[in-house]
């Protein structure tokens, strides 16, 4: 079914991943998809024409109204931005000596695995820059848009259940909970303009990320959700597709949890 033909629609960090399955779900629908990432080739690999791939880092104001300029010019306009674009660990963030400390606490050594003592002002903005002020820039710009063709819109924000469980590196989890309240407020500020701003907070998901980890660790985080797995990118993209589109006409402020049942909201 084309739930949302007709809906042109911004992917940030759309070139892999969850964006990708989001892009490629939304395209599905029947919307029209500008993938937005760091790189316009990658970007350009996700959909064909007439959905497009353009180059835009999100922590850059003037990168993103460039970008966001383009996706008006080639796409007439946006209808639906999906804030994806997100990183969990920064160089300096503490987490290299967070995980070293761990290793010696499983070798018996009695230490603290410390993050936040380690965690440099480089570390912190390098999680911050992307996660949540990239989050704000590319939804003040969609909104600009969405305000002048006077026709509504959504915004879908990626988040993450470690911003509610905290069991995250820090600077992510404070990212995480930061963009959970940025969703209600402008949730609450946006409404009279007929914008819906909501959030999905997806589980641990198989994603390339998850390539680079210890099968232990994947085991164990797996361990922990009633379904004894990790989410496919395509489950969250569905509860992506609902609140995108006009299924999701009531939900505003919302906060969609799929984590496979880790916890209950
Ligand atoms: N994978 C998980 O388990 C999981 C769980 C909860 C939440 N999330 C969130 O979902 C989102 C996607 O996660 P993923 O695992 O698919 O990530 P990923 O690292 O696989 O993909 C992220 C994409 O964002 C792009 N990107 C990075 N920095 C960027 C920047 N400055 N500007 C534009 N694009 C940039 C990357 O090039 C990449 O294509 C993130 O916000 C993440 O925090 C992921």
New binding site residues.
């Given amino acids: 079914m084309e739930r949302l033909k007709g809906k042109r629609c911004v992917v940030?960090?759309g070139?892999?991943?969850?964006?990708a399955a989001i892009a490629r779900r939304l395209a599905a629908e029947g919307a029209t998809v500008a993938v937005?990432?760091?790189?316009a080739e990658?970007a350009g690999a996700v959909l064909p024409a007439p959905h497009v791939g353009i180059a835009?880092?999100?922590?850059d104001s003037a990168a993103i109204d460039a970008a966001f300029a383009q996706v008006r010019d080639r796409l007439g306009g946006v209808d639906v931005l999906v804030n994806?674009?997100?990183?969990?660990s920064a160089p300096g963030d503490g987490m290299a000596e967070y995980y070293a400390a761990q290793g010696k606490q499983a070798a018996g050594e009695a230490v603290f695995a410390d993050q936040t003592i380690h965690c440099t002002d480089e570390g912190w903005v390098g999680v911050m820059a992307?996660?949540l002020d990239?989050t704000f820039k590319c939804s003040r710009a969609a909104v600009r848009i969405m305000a002048d063709q006077g026709t509504g819109g959504s915004i879908v924000n990626?988040?993450?259940?470690?911003g509610v469980k905290g069991d995250g590196p820090v600077p992510y989890a404070a990212a995480?909970a930061a963009v959970l309240g940025m969703t209600r407020a402008m949730a609450r500020e946006l409404a009279a303009r007929g914008i819906r701003v909501n959030a999905v907070n997806?589980?641990?998901?198989e994603?390339?990320?998850?390539a680079t980890l210890p099968s232990e660790t994947k085991d164990a985080i797996a361990a922990d959700s009633l379904m004894k797995r990790l989410a496919h990118?395509d489950e969250i993209a569905g509860a992506v597709a609902f609140l995108a589109g006009d299924d999701g006409s009531f939900a505003t402020g919302s906060i969609v949890t799929v984590n496979g049942g880790a916890y209950f909201t």
Avoid at 158 to 162: M, V
Avoid at 207 to 210: A, E, L, N, R, S
């Fill in positions: 940030t960090g070139a892999q991943g969850i964006g937005l990432d760091l790189d990658r835009c880092d999100v922590r994806n674009a997100g990183r969990g992307i996660t990239g990626i988040a993450s259940t470690s995480k997806p589980g641990a998901t994603t390339p990320i998850y990118p």
